[in-house]
């Protein structure tokens, strides 16, 4: 069973559109996060939940807002895509109290 | 600022040439370290992890990595490296205290047969 499952595996969009990812780990952690890879591969966090409560917020657009219906699920909505928004984005999780980090696939979108 | 130093940016090897990577964390206080691999077009893999004890840790694959406290240091090693190896290879903390990994820029290693 795979732990942190993201879908869409690939999304190709238009620039304007509105989009989401969807992130979901079976590992009963507590706290889920995205990351963004950029080009050059450089991994930046974005956004962190706790138990459904966002507890970081990085320097990202407000065109970004991520949404923990429960605290097995972050999902990342995006409007108003622009070009620079194509990356991968890797959704993770972490059980409160450990330091580990487990990785989803990954999702490339890819806006043009 | 606080960060997350690879000195490497592109490293290109022959089969089983020795490889270092290095790694330096600007963070003050208790810190968990890592490196994780990504093989081309796929996820993050956890290849070792340092939390306390023997500063030499042994993960998956042959790598080994040492903490140096004094240096600030969390450098990835293997002996021999292989064409499967080729990868990008991340270092990243986890300040305790903290409420997220931090990764470095990471290291693309070419390896060629």
């Known amino acids: 069973d795979t732990a942190v499952s993201q879908t869409p595996k690939y999304l190709v969009t238009q620039m304007g559109n509105d989009k989401s990812i969807k992130c979901e780990q079976n590992l009963g952690h507590d706290t889920m996060y995205w990351y963004k890879q950029d080009s050059k591969k450089f991994l930046k966090i974005m956004f962190s939940?706790?138990?459904?409560?966002?507890?970081i917020n990085e320097t990202v657009p407000n065109r970004f807002s991520p949404k923990s219906p429960d605290k097995a699920h972050l999902n990342l909505h995006i409007n108003s895509l622009e070009l620079g928004d194509s990356a991968v984005y890797f959704c993770?999780?972490?059980?409160?109290?450990?330091?580990?980090?487990?990785f989803g696939q990954g999702t490339r979108l890819t806006v043009v | 600022a606080q960060s997350v130093s690879q000195h490497n940016h592109h490293v290109i090897l022959s089969e089983a040439a020795s490889l270092e990577l290095g790694c330096n964390y600007s963070?003050?206080?208790?810190?968990?370290l890592f490196w994780y691999v990504q093989y081309p077009g796929q996820h993050l893999q956890l290849l070792l992890k340092y939390f306390s004890g023997d500063p030499l840790v042994k993960g998956i694959k042959g790598f080994e990595a040492e903490f140096i406290k004094s240096k600030f240091s969390f450098n990835l090693r293997k002996p021999s490296v292989q064409w499967s190896d080729t990868a990008e290879y991340f270092c990243?903390?986890?300040?305790?205290?903290?409420?997220?990994?931090?990764f470095g820029k990471g290291t693309t290693l070419s390896v060629s047969s």
């Open positions: 990243a903390v986890f300040r305790i205290g903290g409420t997220a990994l931090i």
């Open positions: 993770a999780s972490r059980q409160e109290g450990e330091t580990e980090a487990f």
């Open positions: 939940y706790n138990n459904k409560e966002l507890i």
């Open positions: 963070y003050g206080g208790t810190v968990n």
